[in-house]
DNA sequence: ATAAGGCCCTGACCGC
DNA sequence: TGCGGTCAGGGCCTTA
């Protein structure tokens, strides 16, 4: 599951290798992964532009190219992006190859087919409705207080909906809302601004912390799980405190951490830091 | 406006 | 070994 850790790194990993370099045509072979265009109008209208530069918003790629145009990617699930040699065998559930103009190809794969290509003139039919950027300037407890102080919602299911902020997924609000010692089934209008104050620097320790580590790999699939273009696995999972650690002894306190479901998703916490009436924390 | 549930996908994993 | 069932899950869509 890239998040926006392990969607910097990806970004990082592909610059020097895609910035300035020219496409000379790109192949499609699972059409849905292409939102709203088909392969043929997808080939036509990358052939012959130039990748300016890779950037990231929340998880999603930007590859802005030279005629005003940006080409977006979600990973979603499993998507994995890497640059290899043309000539280099094509491994399975590889469903979107796109020729450089220096003989290598930028090579798709994602077992699930959950991941979405865009190609636009206006990045922000995309990512206009995209929350705060968690690491940036435009981010605050403020902010943070503002955008969930007036929802009923569970502020586990809140830190995964990207209009609150941008780029979190279910591994990262889980670790972010226990450092917080936040339970995550709170009522949004139940947090305090002190409550937010912790969860910022939280959101914000966690996310930096994971980019340094090189993100999150889970599991031992090489096919399902995270690997950077350039084949490194992410260290981050070794420093998870619950995630996916369901009935492990609490790392803080001792106490056995709990698995429940949050707006579908698995969601993990130590019933002592994470009280759900929000005091005897012992964290504070 | 908000929230819940289904859907897309396939591989891993578990019990028998 | 084979088989069926369940789980994993981000975002979008439908329904309430």
Not at 34 to 59: C, M, W, Y
């Amino acid at each position: 599951m890239p998040e926006l850790p392990e969607v910097e790194n990806t970004v990082r990993d592909l610059r020097p290798h895609l910035v300035g370099r020219r496409i000379e045509g790109a192949q499609v072979f699972w059409s849905r992964l292409l939102h709203d265009l088909s392969p043929e109008v997808f080939d036509a209208a990358l052939r012959g532009r130039q990748i300016i530069n890779t950037e990231r918003r929340g998880k999603f790629l930007i590859f802005p190219l030279d005629d005003g145009s940006s080409l977006l990617l979600h990973l979603r699930m499993t998507g994995k992006l890497w640059v290899e040699d043309r000539q280099t065998p094509v491994d399975k559930h590889t469903h979107v190859l796109i020729d450089l103009d220096n003989g290598r190809q930028l090579r798709y794969q994602d077992v699930r087919k959950f991941g979405r290509f865009y190609l636009v003139q206006d990045r922000d039919v995309v990512l206009g409705k995209l929350g705060p950027e968690p690491l940036s300037d435009e981010f605050s407890p403020i902010d943070l207080l503002g955008m969930i102080q007036h929802r009923t919602t569970a502020i586990k299911a809140l830190l995964l909906d990207q209009q609150v902020v941008a780029g979190i997924g279910n591994v990262y609000a889980d670790e972010a809302l226990f450092r917080a010692g936040i339970h995550p089934l709170r009522p949004g209008v139940t947090l305090t601004l002190t409550d937010c104050n912790r969860l910022y620097a939280s959101v914000r320790q966690i996310l930096a912390e994971a980019i340094r580590e090189g993100g999150s790999t889970l599991g031992q699939s090489t096919l399902t799980n995270f690997r950077r273009p350039n084949g490194v696995q992410g260290r981050f999972q070794q420093r998870h405190q619950v995630y996916r650690l369901t009935g492990k002894p609490c790392p803080v306190c001792g106490a056995t951490v709990q698995k429940i479901k949050v707006a579908q998703r698995s969601t993990h916490f130590c019933p002592a830091c994470q009280p759900i009436d929000g005091f005897n924390n012992p964290l504070n």
